[in-house]
Protein backbone atom coordinates (compact mmCIF):
# COMPACT_ATOMS: atom_id res chain seq x y z
CA UNK A 1 0.00 0.00 0.00
CA UNK A 2 1.51 3.57 -0.80
CA UNK A 3 0.81 6.36 1.45
CA UNK A 4 0.15 9.82 1.35
CA UNK A 5 1.01 12.60 4.12
CA UNK A 6 -1.41 14.62 5.54
CA UNK A 7 -0.87 16.93 8.22
CA UNK A 8 1.53 14.20 10.07
CA UNK A 9 -0.22 11.32 9.13
CA UNK A 10 0.31 8.63 6.92
CA UNK A 11 -3.34 7.80 4.95
CA UNK A 12 -3.69 4.82 2.81
CA UNK A 13 -3.58 6.34 -1.08
CA UNK A 14 -6.76 3.68 -1.28
CA UNK A 15 -9.79 4.51 0.80
CA UNK A 16 -12.37 2.15 1.57
CA UNK A 17 -15.97 3.83 0.81
CA UNK A 18 -18.82 1.59 2.36
CA UNK A 19 -21.93 3.36 -0.01
CA UNK A 20 -21.66 -0.01 -2.03
CA UNK A 21 -21.63 -2.78 0.57
CA UNK A 22 -22.35 -6.43 -0.19
CA UNK A 23 -26.20 -6.86 0.23
CA UNK A 24 -28.29 -9.75 0.30
CA UNK A 25 -31.13 -10.40 -2.30
CA UNK A 26 -29.66 -6.98 -4.60
CA UNK A 27 -31.97 -5.08 -1.26
CA UNK A 28 -29.53 -2.11 -1.21
CA UNK A 29 -30.67 -1.56 2.66
CA UNK A 30 -29.99 -5.30 3.75
CA UNK A 31 -26.05 -4.90 4.05
CA UNK A 32 -24.45 -8.56 4.02
CA UNK A 33 -22.70 -8.22 7.27
CA UNK A 34 -20.33 -11.33 7.49
CA UNK A 35 -19.12 -9.99 4.11
CA UNK A 36 -18.34 -6.91 4.39
CA UNK A 37 -17.07 -7.84 8.11
CA UNK A 38 -14.58 -10.00 6.14
CA UNK A 39 -13.86 -7.07 3.33
CA UNK A 40 -12.81 -4.66 6.40
CA UNK A 41 -10.30 -7.53 7.21
CA UNK A 42 -9.10 -7.70 4.47
CA UNK A 43 -8.66 -4.12 3.86
CA UNK A 44 -7.00 -3.82 7.07
CA UNK A 45 -4.60 -6.82 6.19
CA UNK A 46 -3.97 -4.72 2.76
CA UNK A 47 -2.55 -1.57 4.61
CA UNK A 48 -5.91 0.38 4.07
CA UNK A 49 -6.64 2.67 7.26
CA UNK A 50 -9.12 5.31 5.89
CA UNK A 51 -12.86 4.21 6.17
CA UNK A 52 -15.41 6.43 4.54
CA UNK A 53 -19.20 5.76 5.47
CA UNK A 54 -22.32 8.27 5.60
CA UNK A 55 -25.48 8.71 7.46
CA UNK A 56 -27.57 8.12 4.23
CA UNK A 57 -25.53 5.02 2.99
CA UNK A 58 -27.25 1.94 2.59
CA UNK A 59 -30.99 3.08 4.13
CA UNK A 60 -28.84 4.49 6.83
CA UNK A 61 -27.55 1.30 7.52
CA UNK A 62 -24.04 1.61 6.31
CA UNK A 63 -22.34 3.65 9.76
CA UNK A 64 -24.23 0.58 12.32
CA UNK A 65 -21.84 -2.07 10.02
CA UNK A 66 -18.88 -0.33 9.97
CA UNK A 67 -19.40 0.53 13.38
CA UNK A 68 -19.20 -3.50 14.13
CA UNK A 69 -16.66 -4.10 11.61
CA UNK A 70 -14.31 -1.25 12.94
CA UNK A 71 -14.46 -1.53 16.27
CA UNK A 72 -13.22 -4.90 16.49
CA UNK A 73 -9.65 -3.64 16.12
CA UNK A 74 -7.61 -0.88 17.92
CA UNK A 75 -8.58 2.85 17.37
CA UNK A 76 -5.30 3.84 16.65
CA UNK A 77 -5.47 0.87 13.65
CA UNK A 78 -8.18 3.40 11.58
CA UNK A 79 -9.12 6.81 10.69
CA UNK A 80 -12.91 7.15 9.96
CA UNK A 81 -15.08 9.68 8.05
CA UNK A 82 -18.74 10.32 8.35
CA UNK A 83 -20.69 13.42 6.91
CA UNK A 84 -23.78 15.60 8.16
CA UNK A 85 -26.62 14.66 5.60
CA UNK A 86 -27.17 18.39 4.13
CA UNK A 87 -28.92 16.64 0.96
CA UNK A 88 -32.11 15.73 2.58
CA UNK A 89 -33.86 19.07 4.11
CA UNK A 90 -35.68 18.11 7.10
CA UNK A 91 -32.18 17.31 8.47
CA UNK A 92 -30.89 21.09 8.03
CA UNK A 93 -32.00 21.96 11.57
CA UNK A 94 -31.09 18.87 13.32
CA UNK A 95 -27.13 19.02 13.22
CA UNK A 96 -26.71 17.87 16.78
CA UNK A 97 -28.55 15.34 17.24
CA UNK A 98 -27.82 13.56 14.32
CA UNK A 99 -24.03 13.91 15.35
CA UNK A 100 -24.86 12.60 18.58
CA UNK A 101 -26.50 9.33 16.71
CA UNK A 102 -23.68 9.02 13.98
CA UNK A 103 -21.38 8.60 17.13
CA UNK A 104 -23.15 5.96 18.57
CA UNK A 105 -23.47 4.16 15.29
CA UNK A 106 -19.83 3.75 14.56
CA UNK A 107 -18.72 3.13 18.41
CA UNK A 108 -16.64 6.41 18.57
CA UNK A 109 -15.77 9.05 20.96
CA UNK A 110 -14.92 11.17 17.79
CA UNK A 111 -14.64 11.47 14.22
CA UNK A 112 -11.12 11.43 12.19
CA UNK A 113 -12.92 13.52 9.25
CA UNK A 114 -16.24 14.74 9.27
CA UNK A 115 -17.70 16.36 6.03
CA UNK A 116 -20.28 18.52 4.95
CA UNK A 117 -22.48 16.06 2.39
CA UNK A 118 -23.15 16.97 -0.80
CA UNK A 119 -22.65 20.60 -1.09
CA UNK A 120 -24.90 21.34 -4.05
CA UNK A 121 -27.08 23.87 -5.65
CA UNK A 122 -30.35 21.84 -3.75
CA UNK A 123 -28.37 22.81 -0.13
CA UNK A 124 -26.13 25.54 -0.54
CA UNK A 125 -28.08 28.51 0.85
CA UNK A 126 -28.71 26.04 3.84
CA UNK A 127 -25.30 25.47 4.24
CA UNK A 128 -24.23 29.05 4.36
CA UNK A 129 -27.37 30.23 6.14
CA UNK A 130 -25.69 29.48 9.67
CA UNK A 131 -28.03 31.71 11.52
CA UNK A 132 -31.33 29.93 10.76
CA UNK A 133 -29.77 26.35 10.22
CA UNK A 134 -26.62 26.33 12.80
CA UNK A 135 -24.92 23.34 10.65
CA UNK A 136 -21.23 25.27 10.68
CA UNK A 137 -21.26 26.18 14.25
CA UNK A 138 -22.37 22.82 15.18
CA UNK A 139 -19.20 21.57 13.33
CA UNK A 140 -17.57 23.72 14.64
CA UNK A 141 -18.03 23.19 18.02
CA UNK A 142 -17.61 19.86 17.89
CA UNK A 143 -14.17 20.47 16.32
CA UNK A 144 -13.12 22.71 19.45
CA UNK A 145 -14.37 19.89 21.60
CA UNK A 146 -12.06 17.57 20.07
CA UNK A 147 -15.00 15.18 18.59
CA UNK A 148 -14.09 16.07 14.56
CA UNK A 149 -10.43 15.90 14.24
CA UNK A 150 -10.38 17.20 10.73
CA UNK A 151 -13.73 19.07 8.88
CA UNK A 152 -14.44 18.99 5.35
CA UNK A 153 -16.71 19.05 2.55
CA UNK A 154 -18.13 16.74 -0.49
CA UNK A 155 -19.29 18.55 -3.37
CA UNK A 156 -21.36 17.81 -6.03
CA UNK A 157 -22.09 21.22 -7.06
CA UNK A 158 -20.90 23.17 -10.29
CA UNK A 159 -17.82 25.28 -9.77
CA UNK A 160 -20.03 28.50 -8.88
CA UNK A 161 -21.30 26.77 -5.82
CA UNK A 162 -18.11 25.60 -4.75
CA UNK A 163 -16.73 29.18 -4.93
CA UNK A 164 -19.45 30.16 -2.99
CA UNK A 165 -19.02 28.07 -0.23
CA UNK A 166 -15.34 28.55 -0.32
CA UNK A 167 -15.68 32.01 -0.22
CA UNK A 168 -17.92 31.93 3.27
CA UNK A 169 -15.92 28.33 4.89
CA UNK A 170 -12.66 27.77 2.90
CA UNK A 171 -10.55 29.09 5.82
CA UNK A 172 -11.70 26.41 7.63
CA UNK A 173 -12.00 23.28 5.32
CA UNK A 174 -9.03 21.02 5.24
CA UNK A 175 -9.82 18.99 2.72
CA UNK A 176 -12.41 18.33 -0.03
CA UNK A 177 -13.76 15.48 -1.68
CA UNK A 178 -15.01 15.64 -4.86
CA UNK A 179 -16.64 13.21 -7.62
CA UNK A 180 -13.23 12.81 -10.25
CA UNK A 181 -12.22 10.55 -12.60
CA UNK A 182 -11.00 11.06 -16.33
CA UNK A 183 -14.30 11.84 -17.77
CA UNK A 184 -15.37 14.96 -15.15
CA UNK A 185 -12.12 16.08 -15.31
CA UNK A 186 -13.91 17.87 -18.43
CA UNK A 187 -17.18 16.82 -18.06
CA UNK A 188 -17.85 18.46 -14.82
CA UNK A 189 -15.35 21.09 -14.33
CA UNK A 190 -13.17 18.75 -12.51
CA UNK A 191 -9.73 20.87 -13.58
CA UNK A 192 -11.15 24.05 -12.88
CA UNK A 193 -12.42 23.12 -9.38
CA UNK A 194 -8.87 21.26 -8.79
CA UNK A 195 -7.07 24.04 -9.69
CA UNK A 196 -9.70 26.26 -7.19
CA UNK A 197 -8.99 24.01 -4.70
CA UNK A 198 -5.24 24.21 -4.80
CA UNK A 199 -5.66 28.22 -4.84
CA UNK A 200 -7.10 27.43 -1.55
CA UNK A 201 -4.64 25.01 -0.29
CA UNK A 202 -7.40 22.54 0.21
CA UNK A 203 -6.10 18.68 -0.64
CA UNK A 204 -8.23 16.64 -2.71
CA UNK A 205 -10.00 13.70 -1.68
CA UNK A 206 -11.94 11.54 -4.79
CA UNK A 207 -15.02 9.37 -5.03
CA UNK A 208 -16.40 7.73 -7.77
CA UNK A 209 -12.97 7.45 -9.13
CA UNK A 210 -14.49 4.60 -11.78
CA UNK A 211 -17.58 7.05 -12.33
CA UNK A 212 -20.17 4.36 -10.68
CA UNK A 213 -18.12 1.20 -13.21
CA UNK A 214 -18.29 3.03 -16.52
CA UNK A 215 -14.21 3.13 -16.49
CA UNK A 216 -13.92 -0.45 -15.07
CA UNK A 217 -14.37 -2.06 -18.88
CA UNK A 218 -13.90 0.14 -22.27
CA UNK A 219 -14.68 -0.54 -25.55
CA UNK A 220 -12.76 -2.80 -26.94
CA UNK A 221 -10.59 -0.81 -29.42
CA UNK A 222 -10.21 1.46 -26.19
CA UNK A 223 -9.26 -1.35 -24.37
CA UNK A 224 -6.67 -1.95 -27.62
CA UNK A 225 -5.27 1.35 -27.12
CA UNK A 226 -4.30 1.21 -23.43
CA UNK A 227 -2.96 -2.03 -23.83
CA UNK A 228 -0.89 -1.07 -26.26
CA UNK A 229 1.13 1.34 -24.04
CA UNK A 230 0.82 -0.70 -20.60
CA UNK A 231 0.28 -4.55 -21.56
CA UNK A 232 -0.08 -5.47 -17.86
CA UNK A 233 -2.21 -2.89 -16.32
CA UNK A 234 -5.70 -3.94 -15.81
CA UNK A 235 -8.22 -1.45 -17.58
CA UNK A 236 -9.72 0.13 -13.92
CA UNK A 237 -6.19 1.06 -12.87
CA UNK A 238 -5.83 3.34 -15.71
CA UNK A 239 -8.21 5.03 -13.85
CA UNK A 240 -6.60 5.44 -10.54
CA UNK A 241 -3.46 6.28 -12.54
CA UNK A 242 -4.65 8.68 -13.77
CA UNK A 243 -5.49 10.12 -10.37
CA UNK A 244 -2.35 9.50 -9.26
CA UNK A 245 -0.77 11.51 -11.44
CA UNK A 246 -2.93 14.49 -10.07
CA UNK A 247 -0.69 16.08 -7.06
CA UNK A 248 -3.45 17.27 -5.30
CA UNK A 249 -5.23 14.38 -4.65
CA UNK A 250 -4.51 12.92 -1.47
CA UNK A 251 -7.09 10.31 -0.92
CA UNK A 252 -8.71 7.78 -3.34
CA UNK A 253 -12.28 6.32 -2.30
CA UNK A 254 -13.58 3.41 -3.99
CA UNK A 255 -16.50 1.64 -3.01
CA UNK A 256 -16.13 -1.91 -3.04
CA UNK A 257 -19.15 -4.39 -3.47
CA UNK A 258 -16.72 -8.23 -4.03
CA UNK A 259 -13.62 -9.11 -2.30
CA UNK A 260 -12.33 -9.58 -5.99
CA UNK A 261 -12.76 -5.95 -6.12
CA UNK A 262 -10.87 -4.95 -3.31
CA UNK A 263 -7.89 -7.37 -4.08
CA UNK A 264 -7.83 -5.93 -7.10
CA UNK A 265 -7.66 -2.41 -6.23
CA UNK A 266 -4.93 -3.67 -3.34
CA UNK A 267 -2.57 -4.94 -5.89
CA UNK A 268 -3.24 -1.31 -7.93
CA UNK A 269 -2.73 0.58 -4.54
CA UNK A 270 0.90 -1.40 -3.94
CA UNK A 271 2.73 1.06 -6.20
CA UNK A 272 2.72 4.60 -7.75
CA UNK A 273 2.69 4.45 -11.48
CA UNK A 274 1.40 8.10 -12.91
CA UNK A 275 0.72 8.49 -16.50
CA UNK A 276 3.11 9.92 -18.70
CA UNK A 277 2.54 12.39 -21.40
CA UNK A 278 1.86 9.92 -24.27
CA UNK A 279 -0.36 7.70 -21.53
CA UNK A 280 -2.29 10.95 -20.49
CA UNK A 281 -3.09 12.16 -23.94
CA UNK A 282 -4.25 9.08 -25.16
CA UNK A 283 -6.17 8.61 -21.82
CA UNK A 284 -7.88 11.96 -22.26
CA UNK A 285 -8.50 11.66 -26.51
CA UNK A 286 -10.52 8.34 -25.21
CA UNK A 287 -12.15 10.39 -22.82
CA UNK A 288 -13.23 12.70 -25.51
CA UNK A 289 -14.61 10.23 -27.41
CA UNK A 290 -16.41 8.58 -25.05
CA UNK A 291 -18.10 11.49 -23.89
CA UNK A 292 -19.36 12.76 -27.99
CA UNK A 293 -21.88 9.99 -27.37
CA UNK A 294 -24.95 11.01 -26.71
CA UNK A 295 -24.34 14.48 -25.81
CA UNK A 296 -24.35 17.79 -27.41
CA UNK A 297 -21.79 19.62 -28.39
CA UNK A 298 -22.78 23.12 -26.33
CA UNK A 299 -19.44 25.46 -25.96
CA UNK A 300 -21.39 27.68 -23.89
CA UNK A 301 -20.87 30.78 -25.44
CA UNK A 302 -24.27 32.03 -24.41
CA UNK A 303 -25.12 33.37 -27.83
CA UNK A 304 -28.17 31.62 -27.15
CA UNK A 305 -29.22 33.04 -24.23
CA UNK A 306 -29.88 36.56 -25.14
CA UNK A 307 -32.62 35.32 -27.67
CA UNK A 308 -34.18 33.28 -25.13
CA UNK A 309 -38.02 35.26 -24.53
CA UNK A 310 -38.28 32.79 -21.44
CA UNK A 311 -34.52 33.86 -20.10
CA UNK A 312 -33.24 30.18 -20.20
CA UNK A 313 -29.52 29.34 -19.06
CA UNK A 314 -29.65 27.10 -22.05
CA UNK A 315 -26.17 26.28 -21.43
CA UNK A 316 -26.71 25.30 -18.41
CA UNK A 317 -29.32 23.46 -18.86
CA UNK A 318 -27.58 21.77 -21.67
CA UNK A 319 -24.65 20.99 -19.59
CA UNK A 320 -27.19 18.79 -17.19
CA UNK A 321 -28.71 17.51 -20.29
CA UNK A 322 -25.32 15.97 -21.22
CA UNK A 323 -24.80 14.45 -17.29
CA UNK A 324 -27.80 12.86 -17.26
CA UNK A 325 -27.64 11.76 -20.55
CA UNK A 326 -24.23 10.22 -20.53
CA UNK A 327 -25.26 8.65 -16.85
CA UNK A 328 -28.13 7.75 -17.81
CA UNK A 329 -30.37 9.10 -15.06
CA UNK A 330 -28.65 9.87 -11.94
CA UNK A 331 -29.39 12.06 -9.37
CA UNK A 332 -26.80 15.24 -10.09
CA UNK A 333 -29.52 16.67 -12.97
CA UNK A 334 -32.61 16.70 -10.89
CA UNK A 335 -30.52 17.47 -7.76
CA UNK A 336 -29.64 20.76 -9.22
CA UNK A 337 -32.55 21.48 -11.40
CA UNK A 338 -34.45 21.04 -8.29
CA UNK A 339 -32.77 24.72 -7.22
CA UNK A 340 -34.33 26.82 -10.22
CA UNK A 341 -37.99 28.09 -10.29
CA UNK A 342 -39.94 25.85 -12.53
CA UNK A 343 -40.04 28.86 -15.23
CA UNK A 344 -36.19 28.37 -15.88
CA UNK A 345 -36.31 24.55 -15.93
CA UNK A 346 -36.17 22.36 -19.19
CA UNK A 347 -40.24 22.09 -19.75
CA UNK A 348 -40.51 26.01 -20.02
CA UNK A 349 -39.09 26.09 -23.39
CA UNK A 350 -41.58 27.32 -25.63
CA UNK A 351 -39.95 25.68 -28.81
CA UNK A 352 -40.29 28.94 -30.67
CA UNK A 353 -36.68 28.06 -32.39
CA UNK A 354 -34.78 31.40 -31.80
CA UNK A 355 -32.09 30.02 -29.82
CA UNK A 356 -31.39 27.56 -32.86
CA UNK A 357 -30.87 30.08 -35.32
CA UNK A 358 -27.85 31.80 -33.53
CA UNK A 359 -26.15 28.42 -32.44
CA UNK A 360 -22.77 28.15 -33.94
CA UNK A 361 -22.70 24.70 -33.38
CA UNK A 362 -26.40 24.03 -34.76
CA UNK A 363 -27.53 22.58 -31.81
CA UNK A 364 -31.42 21.25 -31.91
CA UNK A 365 -31.59 23.28 -29.04
CA UNK A 366 -35.28 22.95 -28.40
CA UNK A 367 -35.83 19.22 -29.51
CA UNK A 368 -32.66 18.76 -26.85
CA UNK A 369 -35.00 20.16 -23.96
CA UNK A 370 -38.05 18.25 -24.58
CA UNK A 371 -35.94 15.54 -24.30
CA UNK A 372 -34.74 16.85 -21.12
CA UNK A 373 -38.08 17.18 -20.18
CA UNK A 374 -39.27 13.79 -21.17
CA UNK A 375 -36.38 12.07 -19.60
CA UNK A 376 -37.01 13.99 -16.08
CA UNK A 377 -40.93 13.10 -16.59
Not at 32 to 59: F, S
Not at 125 to 144: P, T, V
Not at 183 to 189: A, M
Not at 223 to 228: D, I
Request: aromatic share 10%; proline share 5%.
Amino acid sequence: MIYRDFQGMKLSALGFGAMRLPVIGGDDARIDEERALQMVDTAMEGGINYYDTAWGYHGENSELVMGKALSRYPRDRFYVATKFPGYDPANWGKAPEIFARQLEKLQVDYFDFYLFHNVCEMNIDAYLDDAKYGIYSCLMEQKKAGRIRHLGFSCHGSLEVLERFLEKYGKDMEFCQLQLNYLDWTFQKGKEKVDLLNRWNIPVWVMEPLRGGKLASLAPDHEAALKALRPDEDIPAWAFRFLQSIPSVTMILSGMSTEKQLEKNLATFAEDRKLTKKEMTALMGIADTMLSAGTVPCTACHYCVSHCPQGLDIPHLLALYNEHAYTGGGFIAPMALAALPADKQPQACLGCGSCEQVCPQQIHIPEVLADFAARLG
